[in-house]
């Protein structure tokens, strides 16, 4: 199936784009040059997947970065030099152990080492094996996403002959292959390494077994079969795959890829495949290399240990645009990736969002909005943050988004599900939010904190019903500015006097809502509601929160 055509791009921004800085432009400008210099007519993007398990959230990172760096190349040279992004799936490979997710693992043994094609797929007869079942999801998962990618298939390329003139190329430069790699490895490998993997006639599995002999005019090699017998297969046709680091240069010379961008741990061999590359005749790609996501403890997240976010967690909580901005976000900079980043990264999302509305042409450039949507920025007005509603949720104790609802419109009035469709999702990811992680930590107030907070009832009793945000914060700073404990003498008020030190807001969200801090004290008021507020005090001063604790 072919892709859908790409969505157009706005000519208004082919002249700023020339000098635009933000990172995707800066690769795609290593790819213009690139093709300049070769003269060629079409630049090829290549994202991997191993169909070993199902998508993750690296997988989308990598798709979406990688299209990232295809808009700014497409705006670079005014969308006249074609693109082609193709999702490449190595699942020819061998099965080297059974996932833990299948329904039964006994019935996959027979299966190790076999070509993940010619497993057959342990959860429905649906498809033809485990690496079609794990294709398919990986298609459903980029095109829920609309990512415009061709799919390839290593087991479709191996056997259908498309690998088959660089399969020979591999052949005939046996030796210079092996000049790179062995010196890779230990003494132990190097003794019984092949580049090639023979598929067994006998078996059906993939062998790692040394080769007896590689005939290059004929196109074949010899090895020794599970049974000890001598047998002769063609490398072409699918009868034999590549090692993987081979496979990766290969691959890129016969896809004659242009940029390809993999995770620090590929690394160190990026001179491998880049060698192997230049040995089979093509030019090795354009590389950007990604820092790898860590967990709420600094530890390299792995899919085995099962200590990092998957993408359905992330969407559980929060939309795919804010999850395009995490992976928009410094990718050459390692970073945590567990559910306390998911409020941020919404907020931070919709402040960009609203800031694109007011840039011009080459402000929205360096805009993380615009590569997160890749140049088709949709207007969004969000009047409430998440961070905000969190907050709400924290307080209110919503059974349905209905309750939240109830605050949204007295605070916003006009302002609906209907309306506003985006800030409706938003409330339901809140409420999904507090109800899985927010855990609330009440304290006592002490004498001074129950003055401060009988005084902030009094104040907040003076104001008028339609306060805005920003009366309700001023009546609640001169209510600290009275208080010793809360003066910090290094700022001003704007009467002169001594500022108020973050401790006061700090007291008012562990006193009254049992957490550590909240986004602006007045907009949290203001959209609770100033009675709603002053109850909060009174229940607080009352002991209510701290005996519920």
Known sequence: MSPAPLPPLDPAFFDAAQTARAWPFEEARKLVKRLEKSGKGEAVFETGYGPSGLPHIGTFGE???????????????????????????????????????????????????????????PWTNEFDSFGAHNN?????????????????????????????????????????????????????????????????????????????EVDAKNGTVTFADEDGSDTTLPVTGGHVK?????????????LDVDFEMFGKDHQ?????????????????????????????????????KGNGLTIDEWLTYAGNESLGLYMFQKPRTA??????????????????????????????????AFHVHYGKVPEVDMPVTFALLLNLATASNPETPDVMWGYISAYAPGVSPQTHPHLDALVGYAIRYFRDFVQKTYRAPDEVERGALEALSEAFAALPDDATNETIQNAALDVARTIERYQDH?????????????????MLYSVLIGQERGPRFGSFAALYGIDNTRKLIEDALAGKFVKAG
């Open 335 to 368: 970073k945590r990736l567990h559910f306390d980043v998911i409020p941020r990264a919404v907020d931070e999302y919709f402040a960009h969002v609203a800031a694109y509305q007011k840039q011009d042409t080459a402000a929205r450039l360096e805009n993380p």
């Open 490 to 506: 290094t700022k001003k008020s704007p009467t002169g006097g001594p500022g108020v030190s973050v401790e006061f807001f700090q």
């Open 242 to 254: 590549m090692q993987w680091k081979p496979d990766f240069g290969m691959r890129w010379a016969a």
């Open 136 to 212: 398919a999801m990986l298609r459903r998962f980029l095109d829920t996403f609309g990512f415009n990618y061709e799919f390839a298939s290593a087991t479709d390329y191996y056997r259908s002959g498309k690998f088959d003139a660089v399969l020979l190329r591999a052949a005939e430069r046996y030796d210079d292959i092996m000049k790179v790699m062995l010196p890779t490895l230990g003494a132990e490998r190097q003794a019984t390494y092949s580049p090639f993997l023979p598929i067994s006639p006998i078996s059906g599995r993939v062998l790692y077994v040394p080769m007896k």
């Open 63 to 121: 798709v979406a970065r990688t299209t990232m760096v295809r808009t700014a190349f497409r705006l670079l040279t005014r969308d006249q030099i074609p693109t082609r992004l193709i999702c490449f799936s190595d699942d020819l490979d061998g099965m080297r152990k059974i996932p833990d997710n299948v329904p039964s693992k006994e019935a996959m043994e027979p299966h190790l080492q076999k070509p993940l094609t010619s497993v057959p797929d």
């Open 268 to 304: 160190t061999n990026a001179h491998v495949y880049d060698k192997i590359c230049e040995i089979l005749g093509g030019k090795a790609p354009e590389h950007y290399v990604f820092e790898l996501f860590l967990d709420a403890e600094g530890q390299k997240i792995s899919k085995s």
